[in-house]
């Protein structure tokens, strides 16, 4: 992390797991828990039919609520599915597009995911871009440039000013619920890429401003290690998001390794 440079961003996702009645204990419980801090960012991405109970839950807080996808059109006849405008309606300020899980079983191309990022930044909100290889990728030895791909994909045709209200995430698919973590060097290394590839893109400025997240099964034990990295600016977190105090331990790892000074 390097917060003289930007925010660290915590953010929990919450998959398609708990239900109505377990948000306000939960949203009661972490906002105790996880302290206001100026240079980081906490947010929770809850499945739709929650959205409402978590953004009263959370309102007059710091932390926000984020939706886990969205759909890649305005409106119209789309069964089943949620446009950016009524996320946005709704009280939503993040929202996580590309997710490997959307990838892999809803079959999301890179321009699907360029879409929907368009679709979140047009309705004011901030996408979180999620990219990472699978096993047999890493394997291959393939992974940066997979990665580099995906990430100049979805950012296609973004101005720069939107970049600057953008968040990735690389998650690497073998890490993600199984509990095998990137080590802190594999994540740094993937981040960094993630980074040039945006020098590249935008110049130096602009992809100095840009948090980077790792995702896969990021603890309370090992979120210190991983947050510590220079490029790795905070965590998207699946399964330890579901437990308030999982959670927080993870973002007082965070708030240990603020660097003095300001964004
Ligand atoms: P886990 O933390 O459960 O591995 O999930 C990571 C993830 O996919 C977050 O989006």
Known sequence: MNTRYRRAVLAGNWKM????????PYAQRLRELAERRARREVLVCVPFPLIPAAVRAFRGS????????????PKGARTGEVSAAQLRDAGVKYVIVGHSERRQYHGETDSVVNRKLTAVHG?????I????????????GIQGELVTMQVKAALSGLPEELLRRTIIAYEPIWAIGTGRTASPEQAQEMCALIRSVLRQLYGARAARAVPVLYGGSMNADNAEALLRQPDVDGGLVGGASLDPEKFSRIIAAADRLETPGTV
């Open 17 to 24: 797991n708990l239900l109505c009645g377990d948000v306000k």
């Open 129 to 140: 871009l999620c990219v990472g290889e699978t096993l047999e990728q890493r394997e291959l």
């Open 62 to 73: 710091h932390i926000a609520v984020g939706a886990q996808d969205v759909s890649e059109e």
């Open 123 to 127: 309705e004011g909100m901030t996408p």
